[in-house]
């Protein structure tokens, strides 16, 4: 079976794109999959701070895999086909809908969670939270997709004017709110009330992470190549990783240990 994957290896693969998806689906098991406690304001003691920084950097997993997607998408030679993408569209919208019902079926299983055909209905609609929520990312993947043919059509230009301002209003109404709510969290600490701890994918820290992994992984890729064959395998088959890698979190996580403080 290793044999027929590395026969499809090619050695002009970017090895800096299969080393950051490998270590990008890494951190989603782990982001997803952990006994971290990282309360800093109830919890004393030093590990504590390490626990933090640790779901700090997991949570620049899902950044890493879109800035990937894009790096390729707008950079691809191929030329640029609208039904041969929105066909990959509809694709990726079954496979999301295909496998939230098989993560359903595996938890009543695996998790011993109880199903009428309404409830189930019910919480493939409704994206349960602890079961198939998760999945999320590929909504997200979904919704860039959509706005692909626009984007592509912007970066191609020479005159790129209008691509900065499409980037630059993604970035205030992403990050718009996150700014608030840091001014909001200084209010309140000068108020001598506690800070609002926000450690996930929508912190500024976590942008600022996942662009310096992805640098840093790019101007090293010479270095990379003695475990390129490693890293493609890997890394052609995040996809797969990704949508299986809750069932073998639920059927394993009893064997977890809490990381000491």
């Not at 990937?68 to 950079?75: D, I, P």
């Not at 030679?77 to 041969?84: A, N």
């Not at 706005?147 to 630059?168: A, C, M, T, V, W």
């Not at 994918?201 to 101007?219: N, P």
Request: aromatic letters at 14%; hydrophobic letters at 50%; a positive charge.
């Amino acid at each position: 079976m290793l044999s027929k994957v590395l026969a499809k290896y090619d050695n002009k693969r970017l090895v800096y794109v299969d080393l950051i998806k490998t270590l990008s689906i890494y951190l989603v098991c782990l982001y997803h999959f952990n006994h971290f406690r990282v309360n800093i304001l109830e919890i004393e003691g030093i590990g504590v701070y390490r626990n933090y920084f640790l779901k700090g950097l997991a949570s620049t997993a899902v950044p890493l895999f879109i800035m990937v997607n894009g790096h390729l998408m707008l950079n691809s030679k191929k030329q640029f086909d609208l039904k041969k993408h929105i066909n990959k569209v509809l694709r990726l919208v079954l496979i999301t809908f295909l496998w939230a019902a098989i993560l359903l079926i595996a938890a009543s299983f695996i998790k011993d969670q109880q199903y009428t055909v309404k409830s189930f209905m019910h919480a493939l609609w409704t994206w349960e939270p602890g079961t198939i929520n998760h999945l999320w990312y590929l909504n997200a993947l979904i919704g860039i997709y959509l706005l692909y043919p626009i984007i592509k059509e912007l970066y191609d230009k020479q005159n790129r004017s209008l691509l900065y301002y499409f980037l630059g209003m993604t970035f205030i109404l992403t990050f718009g709110n996150v700014f608030m709510n840091i001014i909001y969290n200084i209010v309140e600490f000068i108020q001598g009330k506690n800070v609002l701890i926000n450690n996930g994918y929508s912190t500024i820290m976590t942008l600022v992470m996942s662009i310096s992994v992805f640098i840093i992984s790019f101007k090293k890729e010479v270095m990379l190549n003695s475990f390129s064959k490693m890293l493609y395998i890997v890394g052609n088959n995040t996809l797969g990783i990704y949508l299986i890698h809750a069932i073998v979190g639920w059927s394993t996580i009893d064997n977890y240990h809490i990381v000491p403080i």
